[in-house]
């Protein structure tokens, strides 16, 4: 099982940025897949997560208004779409896949089983 990340750059405060995360090696139709980030100095924090079959989502607070993820079938990718980024969105950020949770579960990193390597977004103020 691969998640392959992209799309990270530097953007300005008010930007937006699309991170994809291409995911290989077997059927996901069942799992979740989630975005977390990692700002230096703190801890991963969970960002979003989507139910591939149904497209259940769920979105921490700090991101809930600005950030949007979705998922590509035919493309067995997932985008994180982020508009009026704010220097405090600054971390790396990993997607990831699993298929232990519920909805009300899906923010628990411990529940992941796949991991991408993270792509950085960086903005500046």
Same mark, same amino acid.
């Given at each position: 099982?691969?998640?392959?990340?992209? =799309?990270?750059?530097? !953007?300005?405060?008010?930007? @937006?940025?699309?991170? @994809?995360?291409?995911?290989? =090696?077997?059927?996901?139709?069942?799992?979740?897949?989630? +975005?977390?980030?990692?700002?230096?100095?703190?801890?991963?924090?969970? !960002?979003?997560?989507?139910? +591939?079959?149904?497209?259940?989502?769920?979105?921490?607070?700090?991101?809930?208004?600005?950030?949007?993820?979705?998922?590509?079938?035919?493309?067995?990718?997932?985008?994180?779409?982020?508009?009026?980024?704010?220097?405090?969105?600054?971390?790396?950020?990993?997607?990831?896949? =699993?298929?232990?949770?519920?909805?009300?579960?899906?923010?628990?990193?411990?529940?992941?089983?796949? +991991?991408?390597?993270?792509?950085? !977004?960086? !903005?500046?103020?």
């Amino acid at each position: 099982v691969q998640l392959q990340a992209s =799309g990270g750059g530097l !953007v300005q405060a008010g930007g @937006s940025l699309r991170l @994809s995360c291409a995911a290989s =090696g077997r059927t996901f139709s069942s799992y979740v897949m989630g +975005w977390f980030r990692q700002a230096p100095g703190k801890e991963r924090e969970f !960002v979003t997560a989507i139910r +591939w079959r149904g497209g259940s989502t769920v979105y921490a607070d700090s991101v809930k208004g600005r950030f949007t993820i979705s998922r590509d079938d035919a493309k067995n990718t997932v985008y994180l779409q982020m508009n009026s980024l704010k220097p405090e969105d600054t971390a790396v950020y990993y997607c990831a896949a =699993g298929s232990r949770m519920i909805l009300s579960t899906m923010n628990r990193a411990n529940l992941y089983d796949y +991991w991408g390597q993270g792509t950085l !977004v960086t !903005v500046s103020s």
